[in-house]
């Protein structure tokens, strides 16, 4: 038996799995993650390379190891390039060579399980976690760390689309049946107004110069960053944590996220963009959309206009709800496990959902907040449980 199992290996699995292990709460040969993809960090670096990716989001203080200047201590004698503006975000290239260094300190490839989870099941003594190929490990303690990456969200208009035939030219920008957008037939048409869908369009602008529309719904949300840094500390968190009522927490989330937002040096990426002609931006709502044979794809447009293209990318990010997954409904009702009206778990300040079972990413927000799904929330998540131990 392990004395812990961690149910995924993205960003927030490696982050708790290297905090219990140089905090000495276990080691590496006492720990398990189970992921269905081969290596850690897979799914995250396959979707930021994807979407053309250069600098991430967060500062160079966020990231999966325990040191806060972990990364700035790495990056020492790298490019100075390797970090951009007021608040030092790391290069994309940086944050993997530092993830990669962090995870073979710690030897986490000897703790790596490829299978994907279809059963949890409470022993006597243990935890018990089966996998789709016929594995099954034993363990004391268990941290479940999936996100929603799986739950696309896809607008009405596709969904009301009757057959996958008819939606071979438009894909979610991170479905997995797009594995390279360097072959998509021009002119290509971005779906949304947030960071994924800048990212993405830049990319193309590339690829396909002065054949790329992007195609968003509201005018540019400038943000710094996907929530206030006040959420980061006692600045809100203080008041949060009073709050008793669930329902009022998951407002409070719902309020303090800067959803469909970008950086502004995105955002003057973007305008440069267009004023060289390389590509094109419409503020306007999809209505329908037809695949018509030979000719690509129609758009309806809000207010009459109509927009022809060969190839539609969808940036419209997540289904907020809890994890579709089968294991995990089962696990909520055989033990009990409280759940908020929104469905997500109310947990203790230790992250424990019931006794030796804890929770990160998406399923700890009612009781981290708002930066919960972030790589700050994998930092906080990782700190809370390390702490809560004996």
Known sequence: MFEWIIIGGGIHGCTIANYLIKSGKTKSDNLRIVDPNPEPLFEWKRKTELIGMEFLRSPSVHHIDID?????????????????????????????????????????HNSWVQGKVNNVTKETKSW?????????????????????????????????????????????????????????????????????????????????????????????????????????????????????DFDKRRQLINQARNKGS?????????????KNKLISIIDREVVSGNVINGEGVKLDLKGGNILFTQSVLLATGFIASLPKEK????????????????????????LEWCNHLYVSGPLSELEIGPVARNISGARKVAERIVSNLN
């Open 68 to 108: 806060p200047f972990s990364l700035k201590k790495y990056a020492k004698y790298r490019d100075k390039k390797s970090f951009y503006g007021p608040y030092d975000r790391p290069s994309l290239h940086l944050f993997k060579e530092h993830c990669n260094n962090t995870i073979n300190e710690v030897d986490l």
């Open 128 to 244: 018990r976690v089966q996998t789709t190929n016929d594995k099954e490990i034993y363990g004391e303690n268990i941290v479940i760390a999936i996100s929603m990456n799986h739950q696309l969200h896809l607008p009405d208009w596709v969904e009301s689309l009757n057959t996958e035939t008819e939606q071979e030219q438009i894909y979610h920008v991170f479905d997995e049946r797009l594995t390279d957008i360097n072959k998509l037939s021009p002119p290509v048409t971005v779906v949304g107004g947030g960071i994924t869908a800048a990212h993405t369009t830049i990319k193309l602008s590339s690829l396909y110069p002065g054949q790329v529309t992007l195609l968003k719904r509201h005018p540019f949300r400038i943000n710094s960053f996907d929530s206030d840094p006040g959420w980061l500390g006692p600045k809100y968190m203080s008041s949060f944590q009073k709050v008793k």
């Open 262 to 274: 970008l950086p502004r040096e995105l955002y003057r990426k973007l305008i440069r963009l267009e």
């Open 327 to 350: 294991w995990l409904t089962k696990l909520i009702d055989e033990k009990g496990l409280q759940c908020a009206k929104c469905g997500y778990p109310i947990v203790k300040p230790s």
